[in-house]
């Protein structure tokens, strides 16, 4: 069976995310003050061809471990 797992790459909260900053700051620019932090990460779709749901999930954390996410400077989140 094909699932679409999801993967969401964030920085760590304790690092400091300048692309982040740059969005705070060019929202402030934009006039849009209601906003007091932004985080930038990624968002990732795989296709991945496994028996169960719990396989696929192994599959995605192993690719997410192996190459998607540094986890020196960021965390990861697998959904199916």
Do not use: W
Request: aromatic share 2%; proline share 4%.
């Amino acid at each position: 069976m094909i699932y679409t797992a999801q993967i969401k790459v964030m920085p760590l909260k304790d690092l400091l995310d300048p692309q982040g900053k740059a969005v705070l700051g060019g929202l402030k620019n934009l006039g849009v003050d209601a906003v007091s932090d932004v985080r930038v990460g990624k968002h990732i779709d795989l296709q991945v061809e496994a028996s169960s749901k719990e396989e696929a999930i192994s599959i995605a954390s192993d690719a997410a471990k192996k190459l998607l996410a540094n986890p020196v400077m960021e965390v990861f989140e697998v959904t199916i």
